[in-house]
């Protein structure tokens, strides 16, 4: 993987990581302000929030390998 690579997986990990936040933070004030009430919206919000994290941690251990990989050669 070229340095070009990195940089490029390294900016995609910084935007997956500002989508998981965001999700987060909506599934946060789910919780702080619209609960009970908004129960309904609680599978939706979770499934949408565990996929951005689970797209930030993939693309994280990407990043890992990539570098570690750099470090090595």
């Known amino acids: 993987m070229s340095n070009e690579d990195v940089v490029a997986l390294d900016k ?3 935007r997956l990581k500002r ?5 987060a933070a909506r599934m946060h ?3 702080e ?3 009970p009430a908004a129960y309904t919206e609680i599978p939706a919000m ?3 929030t565990f996929d951005a994290c689970k797209a930030w941690a993939d693309a994280s251990a990407r990043l890992a390998a990539a570098q570690q990989k750099g470090t090595a050669a």
Do not use: P
């Not at 989508?19 to 999700?23: F, G, N, P, R, V």
């Open 33 to 35: 302000e619209r609960l």
């Open 12 to 14: 995609e990990v910084r």
């Open 29 to 31: 004030d789910l919780v």
């Open 19 to 23: 989508i998981a936040s965001e999700w």
């Open 46 to 48: 979770s499934q949408f």
